[in-house]
C-alpha cells in the first residue's frame, strides 16, 4: 500500500469516527431537550387543566348550593315529594329545572329524594332540554353517568326544606 494511501485512510477513519460519534452526541442531546421540554410542557398543561376543572367545580358547586335555596324549586319539590307518582308534578319540577339549565347553561339536571331515588331530571338533546326516564336512570352522587349518547359530571348538593334535607340536586 503506498504511503498517501495509508496516510489518507490513518487521517480519514478517525476523522469520520469522530464525526459519527459527534453526530450520535448531538442528537442524543437534542432528544434528551425535546424530551425534558415536552414533559415540562405536559407538566404545565395538566396543572392548567387540573386549576381550570377545580374552577370550574368549584363554580358549579356555588351555582348547587344556590340553586338548593331556590324558593320556587322548593315549593314544586314539596309537590313532588307529597305526590311522588303524580306525573303533572314531575313535569312542574321538570319545567323549574328547564328554566334553570337555560339560565345556567348545565345539560343535565336532576333532582333526587334522600335515599338518591331520581324524582325528575332534564337532559340537552341537541338544542332542547328534554325530560329525563327517571325509571332507567341510576346515578352516582359523585362522579360521571351517561344519559343517552351524552356523559356528565355528576356534583351533588342538597336542598334544604327547614331543618330537613329533603332532597339532592345534580
Not at 72 to 86: E, F, G, I, V, Y
Not at 128 to 156: E, K
Request: charged share 25%; with cysteine; hydrophobic share 40%.
Amino acid at each position: 500500500m503506498r504511503f498517501a494511501t495509508r496516510t489518507f485512510r490513518w487521517s480519514f477513519v478517525p476523522f469520520v469516527v469522530l464525526l459519527l460519534g459527534s453526530f450520535w452526541a448531538i442528537q442524543k442531546m437534542v432528544e434528551h431537550t425535546v424530551r425534558d421540554r415536552l414533559r415540562s410542557s405536559l407538566r404545565q398543561t395538566h396543572a392548567s387543566a387540573a386549576r381550570v376543572r377545580s374552577h370550574s367545580e368549584l363554580q358549579n358547586s356555588r351555582f348547587l348550593k344556590i340553586l338548593g335555596e331556590n324558593p320556587s324549586l322548593k315549593a314544586r319539590l314539596q309537590l313532588l315529594l307529597a305526590a311522588p307518582t303524580s306525573g303533572e308534578a314531575r313535569r312542574t319540577v321538570e319545567d323549574q329545572l328547564r328554566e334553570i339549565c337555560e339560565k345556567l347553561d348545565f345539560g343535565f339536571l336532576l333532582v333526587s329524594n334522600p335515599d338518591g331515588a331520581a324524582l325528575a331530571g332534564v337532559t340537552r338533546v341537541g338544542e332542547p332540554l328534554m325530560g329525563v326516564d327517571i325509571a332507567r336512570l341510576h346515578p352516582p352522587q359523585q362522579g360521571f353517568t351517561t344519559v343517552g349518547d351524552r356523559s356528565y359530571q355528576v356534583v351533588s348538593t342538597p336542598i334544604d326544606q327547614g331543618y330537613e334535607k329533603s332532597a339532592c340536586c345534580r
